[in-house]
Nanobody
Framework: QVQLVESGGGLVQAGGSLRLSCAVSGRTFSSATMGWFRQAPGKEREVVAAISWSAGRTYYADSVKGRFTISRDNAKNTVYLQMNSLKPEDTAVYYC?????????????????????WGQGTQVTVSS
């Protein structure tokens, strides 16, 4: 069984930075897609960024391009989301997700149904 544990959320002022971590344990996969999603109150869950575990290909939602960076450390089995220039509209619960396959199509990357495993979520609050 795969377990994902997020950390690094918190309260930050607009313009500030946070780095989220997602520690992966359990089964390992020769190819996988790791995604960060977020859900704000009253809004649908949306993908923020994703990365292919082996090739390191990345995907970003338009709303975070240039501000967020997703990366992975294979040795530590950890995926990171560096969030800079945070805005109040970035406030949400952020979830890490894993799919035991490598997606190249943004259609699948953006869909929560494409991911088999989810973390418990970490709250990010950006004050204005």
């Amino acid at each position: 069984q795969v377990q994902l544990v997020e950390s690094g959320g918190g309260l930050v002022q607009a313009g500030g930075s946070l780095r989220l971590s997602c520690a992966v344990s359990g089964r390992t996969f020769s190819s996988a897609t790791m995604g960060w999603f977020r859900q704000a109150p009253g809004k649908e869950r949306e993908v923020v960024a994703a990365i292919s575990w082996s090739a390191g290909r990345t995907y970003y939602a338009d709303s975070v391009k240039g501000r967020f960076t997703i990366s992975r450390d294979n040795a530590k089995n950890t995926v990171y989301l560096q969030m800079n220039s945070l805005k109040p509209e970035d406030t949400a619960v952020y979830y890490c997700a894993a799919a035991p396959r490598s997606y190249s199509s943004s259609y699948y990357i953006r869909s929560g149904a494409s991911y088999d495993y989810w973390g418990q979520g970490t709250q990010v609050t950006v004050s204005s």
